[in-house]
């Protein structure tokens, strides 16, 4: 995003309906266990569009995550993280979230993207990292790429498993959960714009 000497923000992407190249995107996490180290997982499951106008004030995201796609390269802890004691899918099968606002800064190197997270049926307000990468062309489609950062605290949602203490302000789980997105657009074609 580029600001011009009359200080309006333009966009550096055709306006529409970009829809997610889930091939070329992921969703990863990690949280510090027994404060030693970090255990790391993703989501094999996501879905997200951004919907592109002509101003930043006209940019919104909505993103969905099948959070019993949730993988840390263990089967035994997939397993509990999907049940009761943090994310129970059964009740609640979907993580979202729906932004509310978008600010650059004057070089268009910052942009804060602001939202509503949803997450066991809590929602909460979240304040996103966003760096854009540019958009080039891939089989004939221009391709639009945002590397996003975050961070929140799962209490927050009513996911407090874990959270006993080990001494020196140390919790066997930590209550921080950070987590870092590549995401991939595909530009709409032109009918649907």
Do not use: C, Y
């Not at 992921?26 to 949280?31: G, P, T």
């Not at 304040?127 to 945002?146: I, K, P, Q, S, Y």
Request: aromatic share 8%; proline share 4%.
């Amino acid at each position: 995003m580029q600001t011009s000497s009359d200080n309006t923000t333009t966009v550096p992407l055709k306006a529409g309906v970009w829809k997610l190249d889930p091939a070329h995107s992921a969703v990863v996490f990690s949280i510090r266990h027994l404060g030693l180290s970090k255990v790391r997982g993703r989501f094999d499951r996501f879905d997200a569009t951004l919907l592109v106008g002509p101003s930043v004030d006209d940019i919104s995201v909505d993103a969905t995550v099948d959070m019993a796609s949730v993988n840390t390269n263990n089967d035994d802890r997939d397993a509990h993280v999907r049940n009761t004691d943090f994310f129970d899918v059964d009740k609640h099968p979907t993580m979202r979230f729906t932004s509310t606002g978008l600010n650059a800064d004057d070089a268009g190197a910052t942009v804060k993207l602001a939202g509503d997270l949803t997450i066991n049926g809590t929602t909460k307000p979240i304040v996103l990292d966003v760096e854009f990468g540019g958009v080039e062309d891939f089989r004939g489609t221009n391709h639009a790429g945002f590397s996003v950062e975050g961070e929140l605290r799962r209490s927050d949602f009513g996911i407090d498993f874990g959270a006993i203490p080990m001494g020196a302000d140390k919790l066997m789980l930590a209550d921080k959960v950070a987590f870092e997105l590549d995401l991939q657009f595909v530009e709409p074609a032109d009918l649907e714009a």
